[in-house]
């Protein structure tokens, strides 16, 4: 099924975090959060949410979101093409800080729109290559290698057959 934007809706949440998350250099009270839900006419939706770890950060990255996806408005429903278009598009302004979160957080809804708007894992949903071959390879105590190659789809090598 060939998904089209409807509308991007952005969300920016500013939420109490109790205990509050203690890393190495201080303590976040605040779990500030950018939600972004890409509706499409199809009636499939895909969300994300990003943290731009302070609320210094919240309006602005919220609203880069909210920005970059009102001009999505009418495409296609393809995250490979759009975050390559997107990285493009905004390189002059640097695609690092907030505007790789900001980027991050619509790929992210676009990937979750594409699998759930067929029903599948989004990779093939959103027009993936065919499953690829994966190989492990062990080496023993003595020095000797070992290689299997198996086919994989859209499992994790972990949980598929045979491995």
Excluded: K
């Amino acid at each position: 099924m060939r998904l089209t934007i409807q509308e991007v809706a952005v969300h920016a949440v500013d939420a109490p975090l109790d205990p509050p998350l203690r890393n190495s250099l201080n303590v976040i009270p605040r779990a500030p959060l950018v939600i972004a839900e890409v509706r499409t006419h199809q009636g499939v939706s895909g969300n994300a949410y990003v943290f731009p770890y302070t609320p210094v950060a919240l309006g602005a990255t919220a609203a880069l979101v909210r920005n970059i996806g009102a001009g999505l408005t009418g495409r296609e429903v393809a995250p490979a093409t759009l975050w390559a278009e997107l990285h493009n598009a905004y390189r002059i302004l640097g695609t690092e800080g907030l505007m790789q979160i900001a980027l991050s957080c619509l790929d992210m809804a676009l990937w979750d729109s594409a699998g759930a708007g067929g029903g599948a894992a989004a990779l093939p949903a959103a027009g993936g290559g065919a499953p690829r071959t994966a190989g492990l390879c062990l080496t023993a105590r003595l020095g000797r290698r070992r290689c299997w190659r198996r086919r994989r789809a859209t499992r994790s090598p972990r949980s598929a057959p045979g491995w």
